[in-house]
């Protein structure tokens, strides 16, 4: 199978398995993946040869460097003593401890493959974590921990996964070359890394402030930065590529583009971006561990070493070792923690033990490594129990998952919901509905030459605090909101059979009325495939018979939507005197009363009154932002949306 045919595969199943998790959402995506990956395998034979020299540069990489690049400095020095204990000190017995047992356990297996083994599952995916931790009541702080230490512990436990399998590959371990290589590697990869992000980051800087702004140039170049850096610090300087990346990511978080004046599209692309990044290289590798978890388990079966239950049984066994061991060191840190503080024991915390230890999920840089083991080792033989170590390593990482969505909600049900903000700050949907009735005080307060227009904005705004709040509608106004869309297609009707509208004038009206009702389901979080494909034609005529636009023509159209409003206003009263009839009505008197006063500038006009609205969503914005009543993170997304809707009116045709 061609690259192009496998990446589109990959790519479709993906999106598929996002579009599940949407409908299904006590199952992680990562283990949807899984089971996608698993199907296409054994449905469709499906199956991909990987390469180990470049599986560790596409995915390592970019996915530690966006993990520096995620740096949160105030909590990883709040936590620094346990987020370093945890990244270096467990990672380390994790490996030594780890692959003893796993030696006891496997006796056939050689000790540097057992070592390699416990190293590679040390490291705990945080993006995996983060998506358990939305639909579970997780303490904060541990999420802090485990996100700190993954910042770490990657690398830590990717290093002592590469002295493993070059034990295994040349058969031969010095403890003294192998810490003076470590230090070595260690140290000057992180040299690598600080130097070669300044450089880029400096150049950069200097291109865009000579006149080199083009965003998507600024972009690539950052994408294509942890490559180069991993690459220099490997094949150059043969030291750790991974401390390189990790360590330029933290550079490039600390010493960011946001000193660059006019780069606010340049940091919100490049957000963009990588987030497309990580969510395609994340997804992909669960992606492979299904895949090639049918064919490692067939080629363990072919080994007749062992059989499918024994393997299986030795997956379960090195997953609890792995998660025993995090709990107990998490239980030692906290004795030894109290008695440097406090110089007494004092009572242990079972409960926020266990559910750190289960947090400690394992993820895509545990398989990226796994895949990454060699065929053959220098003495041209097959690497020792490569199918076996595989298949214990996918299936520690499915039942690390499994096991995460089990009984992380049973451990931390007491416990608050995770916020990025303090306790004090609004949730979105408070601030959202604060915003919108700002705007409603705003637009009052304008001038009121255009005071119909306003009012549309206004009967936007209560649509859309309609939604947001409890107070939704009911079935009686959306038919009625129905009933009024059919008055007004049956008023076209009319025109046209009277002869004031032709067909494709009556089209343009129509895809009008259309467009708005659209808007209007988008409020009341509605779809309609019908209305959508409707649309849809409507806009190829219009776009296919598209006459030059003149002010005669304009205006016709104008006054066609005058009447279809009369004609629809008429109908609707005749429903009754009710206050849902009332209100849509008044929606509709406000609309044609903006035709009459603006009929040849009415989008003009509109664009005006909704530039003013977008300036007052701004303001209040603000205002929660520096009365503390929402987080940095919500401010920024909330800000954001609004560029994005003021780009699109300015972008519309008129």
């Given at each position: 199978m061609q690259l192009i045919e496998i990446i589109l595969i990959l790519t479709g199943l993906l999106l598929l398995s996002t579009a599940v998790n949407h409908y299904v959402k006590a199952i992680p995506v990562s283990l949807i993946q899984v089971a996608f990956g698993i199907g296409l395998a054994?449905?469709?034979?499906?199956?991909?040869?990987?390469?180990?020299?470049?599986?560790?540069?596409?995915?390592i990489a970019p996915l530690l460097f966006n993990d520096g690049r995620r740096f949160p400095k105030g909590e990883l020095w709040e936590l620094r003593w346990p987020i370093f204990a945890n990244a270096i000190i467990l990672v380390f017995i994790t490996m030594t401890l780890g692959g003893i047992l796993i030696y006891k356990l496997i006796p056939s297996m050689p000790l540097p493959v057992a070592f390699s083994l416990a190293a590679i599952l040390s490291p705990t995916d945080p993006i995996a974590v983060e998506s358990i931790a939305k639909k579970v009541r997780l303490p904060k702080n541990i999420l802090h921990l485990v996100n700190g230490e993954s910042l770490i512990n990657d690398a830590s436990g990717l290093i002592g996964f590469k002295y493993a399998v070059a034990a295994t590959v040349y058969g031969a371990f010095s403890i003294k070359n192998a810490v003076t290589d470590f230090f070595y590697i260690s140290i000057i990869g992180a040299i690598i890394g600080v130097v070669t992000m300044l450089v880029i980051s400096l150049v950069r800087k200097w291109l865009y402030k000579n006149g080199l702004t083009n965003v998507v140039f600024n972009v690539v170049l950052q994408v294509l930065s942890p490559f180069v850096i991993y690459l220099l610090a490997e094949d150059y300087f043969h030291s750790s590529g991974v401390i390189a990346v990790v360590t330029a990511g933290i550079v490039y978080h600390v010493y960011n583009d946001s000193t660059l004046a006019s780069s606010a599209e340049l940091q919100l692309i490049s957000e963009q971006s990588w987030n497309l990044i990580v969510y395609l290289l994340n997804g992909i590798v669960f992606l492979i561990l299904g895949i090639e978890l049918p064919f490692a388990m067939e080629a363990v079966i072919n080994e007749i070493k062992f059989n499918t239950f024994q393997s299986i049984a030795y997956a379960v066994v090195t997953w609890l070792i792995i998660l025993i061991i995090r709990i107990v060191w998490i239980l030692l840190y906290e004795i030894c923690h109290n008695l440097i503080t406090t110089k007494k024991v004092g009572p242990v915390d079972v409960r926020t033990a266990n559910i750190v230890g289960f947090s400690g999920v394992r993820g895509a840089i545990t398989m990226a490594g796994i895949l990454s083991i060699p065929l053959i080792t220098a003495q041209n033989e097959a690497f020792p129990d490569r199918e076996l170590v595989l298949f214990i390593a996918s299936i520690v990482i499915v039942l690390s998952l499994l096991a995460a969505?089990?009984?992380?909600?049973?451990?931390?049900?007491?416990?608050?919901?995770?916020?990025?903000?303090?306790?004090?700050?609004?949730?979105?949907?408070?601030?959202?509905?604060?915003?919108?009735?700002?705007?409603?005080?705003?637009?009052?307060?304008?001038?009121?030459?255009?005071?119909?227009?306003?009012?549309?904005?206004?009967?936007?705004?209560?649509?859309?605090?309609?939604?947001?709040?409890?107070?939704?509608?009911?079935?009686?106004?959306?038919?009625?909101?129905?009933?009024?869309?059919?008055?007004?297609?049956?008023?076209?009707?009319?025109?046209?059979?009277?002869?004031?509208?032709?067909?494709?004038?009556?089209?343009?009206?129509?895809?009008?009325?259309?467009?708005?009702?659209?808007?209007?389901?988008?409020?009341?979080?509605?779809?309609?495939?019908?209305?959508?494909?409707?649309?849809?034609?409507?806009?190829?005529k219009l776009w296919l018979f598209r006459q030059r636009s003149d002010k005669e023509q304009k205006l016709k159209i104008q006054k066609a939507l005058i009447l279809v409003n009369e004609?629809?206003?008429?109908?609707?009263?005749?429903?009754?005197?009710?206050?849902?009839?009332?209100?849509?009505?008044?929606?509709?008197?406000?609309?044609?009363?903006?035709?009459?006063?603006?009929?040849?500038?009415?989008d003009k006009y509109y664009r005006i009154a909704k530039e003013r609205e977008l300036e007052a969503q701004r303001k209040a914005i603000h205002e929660l932002l520096i009365n503390d009543k929402i987080s940095i993170e919500l401010a920024s997304k909330l800000r954001q949306e609004v560029n994005y809707v003021e780009n699109q009116e300015l972008s519309s045709d008129e």
């Open positions: 054994l449905i469709g034979n499906f199956s991909i040869n990987l390469s180990t020299d470049w599986f560790l540069l596409l995915f969505v089990v009984v992380l909600p049973i451990l931390a049900k007491n416990d608050h919901v995770v916020e990025y903000n303090n306790d004090n700050h609004w949730n979105e949907e408070k601030a959202r509905i604060y915003v919108l009735n700002y705007v409603i005080d705003e637009i009052k307060k304008m001038d009121h030459t255009d005071k119909h227009i306003g009012n549309i904005l206004i009967d936007q705004c209560e649509l859309m605090i309609k939604q947001l709040s409890s107070i939704k509608p009911d079935e009686v106004e959306k038919s009625i909101r129905a009933l009024a869309v059919g008055y007004e297609h049956q008023a076209v009707r009319k025109l046209v059979a009277q002869g004031i509208l032709t067909k494709k004038e009556a089209n343009a009206v129509n895809y009008q009325i259309n467009h708005r009702e659209l808007k209007t389901l988008v409020a009341f979080n509605q779809y309609n495939i019908r209305l959508e494909i409707i649309s849809a034609i409507q806009t190829t004609y629809t206003v008429k109908m609707l009263k005749q429903l009754g005197n009710s206050e849902v009839v009332n209100a849509i009505v008044d929606e509709y008197t406000n609309f044609d009363m903006a035709l009459r006063t603006r009929s040849l500038d009415y």
